[in-house]
């Protein structure tokens, strides 16, 4: 007699194909039109169907069931899903561009942390009661760096394609990428910090030496985060992922050349290559954000990787990509602790400090750092528009997720905490999760909400760098801020993908050759495509007129 089998996985895989699914069917209308990516909704629909509405899906029953596997299974879903995310966005920037633009990511990745952070740190000092000051700075490196999903979404994105330059895009991309595995020297400092204050004896990272019982011993502290956090888990994760991805790179080029790697295995190297890194970087216990980052940049150092990607009309990363936002922000709904968002008696923390909370950060966290510095990334920012568009759109995501329960690791369990780490256990993590639940809203509708007050002002769009692509379906929908070229392909401006970064701002080892050009033009014929060209110089300067 068959029976109804209402297992864990069955209701799992059942709800995120149902919603993928539907989704899916308006994707061009939730994305094209009305801005709105996968983030916002998988999040309503954890929150809907999650422990504190239908009560359908919930993160403690699965498997085992075992008391406080909820965290371990948080921290391995973030790992993976940014894992091989921060693979893909590191191969699609444009060779060496880390070389390129090193000057314009350092200013990013340690004046604008420090000061991000900082700031941070000061609001939550001033909205969360019951927390001492090393405490806020703990909860403010967890927050501090941008979410490298979400700034994805913010770079890429069919909004980006129409109204946001090329430089501001890319550098926006890797510092999201970059700044990661960075937030790691703020939040160690002030975890070493806190540890200090507390006299423990044993290091965070079991080494031999103790942090001593007064405050003579900071010596001791500084130098246990210097060897184990700026060494070992930045400066080896940084070397690691470099040396992977240049082993790659090269395993790659001598398959290419010999014909061994199939489409399938190519466009799957990327998710490959950041599981091994996720894995080993794990056993190793560096960075494996920062990693997976260097990875990524390495992979395509020459340009060669994304060229190859772009000829054989890669969607598979693309299609992970948004698998894995589907997944991950819908179990981000489901681990919301709205339980813990109202604590009058304990923490102090209430609604309305929360809300008081993402206000300051929204307005306080990154904007200002960023109109002090831009005029030091003169050819990414160009003025203070761009530098409050880039300040405002640094989300707080699934990053800052990674980091709270990296966070919890680092202390002892709560019965055997001191009452300065309970204070903080018990804080950070209704903090950053409504952090990042107020990020996501605001910053998911503020897209929609912007382009309506561009349609509102006229804003032109960006009709410059005009590429040649293949329409592969007549059922393909025109991408945005793109015209029809003929029946077989599109006029796209502003793209996002390009194997080198031979704009007149950057120079590069070598010039755009034939292959390159082949990756964009799927055209044959010469005289095709010296027909289209003079079509397509003829749109850019009946564009440039009328403006």
């Known amino acids: 007699m068959p029976t109804l089998d209402l297992s864990e996985l069955n209701i799992v895989v059942s709800v995120l194909g149902g919603f993928i699914v539907l989704y899916g069917l308006v994707a061009v209308k939730l994305k094209g039109v009305w801005y709105l990516g996968e983030a916002l909704p998988a999040v309503i629909i954890g929150m809907i169907l999650g422990p504190i509405a239908a009560k359908f899906l919930d993160a403690k029953r699965w498997g085992s069931a075992a008391p406080d596997q909820q965290d371990a299974i948080t921290l ?5 899903m940014i894992g091989i995310q921060l693979v893909i966005a590191g191969y699609q920037l444009p060779a060496k561009y880390i070389h390129l633009r090193y000057k314009e990511l350092i200013v990013c990745l340690v004046p604008i942390m420090a000061m991000m952070w900082l700031a941070t740190s000061v609001c939550v000092l001033s909205t969360i009661p019951k927390v001492s000051l090393l405490a806020t700075l703990v909860i403010g490196a967890c927050v501090t760096s941008t979410d490298p999903i979400l700034s994805q979404a913010v770079a890429k994105g069919p909004f980006a394609d129409k109204y946001v330059s090329r430089p501001l895009r890319e550098m926006i991309s890797a510092e999201a990428g970059a700044n990661d595995g960075f937030a790691s020297p703020f939040l ?3 975890v070493n910090l806190l540890r200090l204050t507390e006299n423990r004896h044993p290091t965070l990272v079991e080494r031999g030496r103790g942090v001593g019982d007064d405050t003579e011993d900071i010596g001791v502290a500084l130098g246990n985060w210097a060897i184990e956090t700026l060494i070992y888990i ?13 082993c790659a790179r090269m395993g790659v080029r001598f398959s290419l050349s010999r014909r061994w790697i199939d489409t399938e295995s190519y466009l799957l190297f990327p998710t490959a290559l950041a599981l091994f890194i996720v894995g080993t970087c794990g056993a ?7 990693a997976c980052f260097v990875a990524g940049c390495a992979l395509n150092w020459d340009g060669e990787f994304l060229a190859e990607t772009e000829r054989r009309h890669d969607e598979v990363n693309s299609c992970i990509d948004v ?6 922000f819908m179990y981000v709904g489901i681990a919301i602790p709205w339980e813990s968002f109202n604590q009058p008696d304990t923490t102090g923390i209430t609604y309305p400090r929360l809300f008081a909370l993402g206000l300051l950060v929204l307005l306080f966290r990154r904007v200002p750092a960023l109109l002090l510095t831009y005029k030091m990334m003169p050819n990414v920012v160009k003025d203070w528009k761009e530098a409050v568009f880039m300040g405002y759109f640094g989300p707080i995501g699934v990053g800052a997720v990674y ?5 919890r690791l680092l202390f002892p369990k709560e019965d055997s905490a001191s009452a300065g780490e309970r204070a903080l256990l018990d804080a950070i993590t209704p903090v950053v999760y409504f952090l990042v639940l107020f990020s996501i809203v605001v910053h998911g509708l503020s897209i929609p909400i912007l382009s309506g007050i561009y349609g509102y002002c006229n804003v032109r769009t960006i009709t410059e760098d005009a590429v040649e692509i293949k329409r592969r379906s007549i059922y393909m929908p025109t991408p945005p ?9 599109f006029i796209v401006y502003n793209r996002f993908f390009r194997p080198l970064a031979n704009m007149g701002t950057l120079s590069t080892s070598r010039h755009r050759n034939c292959s390159d050009n082949e990756s964009i033009s799927t055209v044959g014929d010469e005289d095709k495509k010296q027909e289209r060209s003079v079509r397509i110089s003829h749109v850019e300067s009946s ?3 009328g403006v």
């Open 481 to 489: 801020n793109a015209f029809r070229g003929d029946q077989d392909t």
């Open 543 to 545: 564009n440039r007129a």
């Open 76 to 80: 391995g879903v973030m790992r993976v």
């Open 323 to 328: 698998i894995l936002n589907f997944g991950g």
């Open 284 to 290: 190793l216990g560096t960075s494996d954000l920062l």
């Open 188 to 190: 160690m400092l002030a």
């Open 403 to 407: 980091y709270l329960q990296h966070t």
């Open 234 to 246: 930045v400066l080896l994760a940084t070397v690691y992922g470099a040396v992977t991805g240049y």
